[in-house]
């Protein structure tokens, strides 16, 4: 009876570390550091999935834009080739714990250097500095400023930055926020509204996807720094992310991927920002 009962307690037991043990392994991460993966020749990259000219998976499960050509050059100079990279979806609420919890090694998502973003991770770059600006039809002829907005019915998304940015600057112009871009470009392409605002960027990356229908117009009138996030207080890693960044304005090859991600939507791509090396 008591060699039964040993043997039970002893199955929990291990039965108790395996769960346990389990539950480690898929909480994502490890100790090793991205430099030590980028070593062993794989690197875990966080990506948007859903923003065409940025970050895009396509239906073919294949990756697309601007920042995974990004990504995918940093991982060059780490010494990583492309068939080591595994992209994971990091949407904007999930970005800080992605880094925190070791799941991803660095994060390039339209991911604005910010204060209290720094108090959690830390940024290498800019690699791109976007600003709020507007997308209209290609026949649109009288927005072209933010002053030009009076009276005009305007689509961004719930919560955004560039949503307050109008609610509060532009009391003139007629708000819709919508839960999706992708809403707000259906209105715009029906009639229903006039403009949508959010990232010049990102806007260039919509009208790529539907050339010919919608045109970017407006000098952008807010300033976003894009970095790339990584593990706070890895400075070996934020150096040679650093160095990345500088290789790639330098050799032409982010001028190569602007290019190809968004410029089929007839925006330009501007001179390359300053690496701030805090």
């Known amino acids: 009876m008591r060699i039964n009962r040993a043997l039970r307690l002893g199955v929990g037991a291990i039965a108790l570390t395996v769960v346990a043990a389990t539950a480690t392994a898929c909480g994502g991460g490890d100790s090793k550091s991205a430099l030590d993966h ?3 020749g794989k690197l875990t990259i966080g990506i948007k999935f859903d923003q065409p000219g940025l970050g895009l998976r396509n239906k073919d499960g294949s990756y697309s834009g601007f920042d995974v050509e990004v990504a995918k050059y940093v991982a060059g100079k780490l010494g990583v080739k492309p068939e080591g990279i595994t992209f994971k979806e990091s949407p904007s609420a999930q970005r800080e714990t992605l880094i925190e919890n070791g799941q991803v090694d660095y994060v390039v998502a339209s991911y604005s250097i910010n204060d209290a973003r720094k108090q959690k ?8 500095v976007a600003g709020q600006s507007f997308l209209v ?3 649109n002829t009288d927005i072209g400023s933010p002053e ?6 305007v689509c961004s998304v719930k919560g955004s930055t560039p949503a307050q940015n109008i609610d509060k600057n532009f009391k003139d112009t007629q708000l819709q926020a919508n ?3 992708s809403l707000c470009l259906e209105g715009l392409r029906a009639g229903s509204w006039d403009a949508v605002t959010t990232d010049d960027i990102i806007l260039a990356g919509y009208a790529a996807q539907s050339t010919g229908a919608f045109k970017v117009v407006g000098k952008p009138f807010t300033t976003e720094n894009y970095g790339i996030g990584l593990k706070k207080g890895d400075k070996e890693l934020r150096d040679k992310v650093n160095d990345a960044i500088e290789a790639m304005f330098a050799d032409g090859s982010w001028k190569k991927a602007f290019d190809a991600s968004v410029g089929g939507s007839g925006y330009q791509a501007p001179a390359p920002p300053k690496v701030d090396r805090y």
């Not at 991770?121 to 791109?128: E, K, M, S």
């Not at 030009?148 to 019915?153: D, F, M, N, P, T």
């Open 121 to 128: 991770v830390d940024f290498a770059g800019p690699y791109y």
């Open 137 to 139: 039809r290609a026949d």
């Open 38 to 40: 980028a070593k062993d």
């Open 148 to 153: 030009s907005l009076k009276g005009k019915k």
């Open 179 to 181: 839960d999706t871009y």
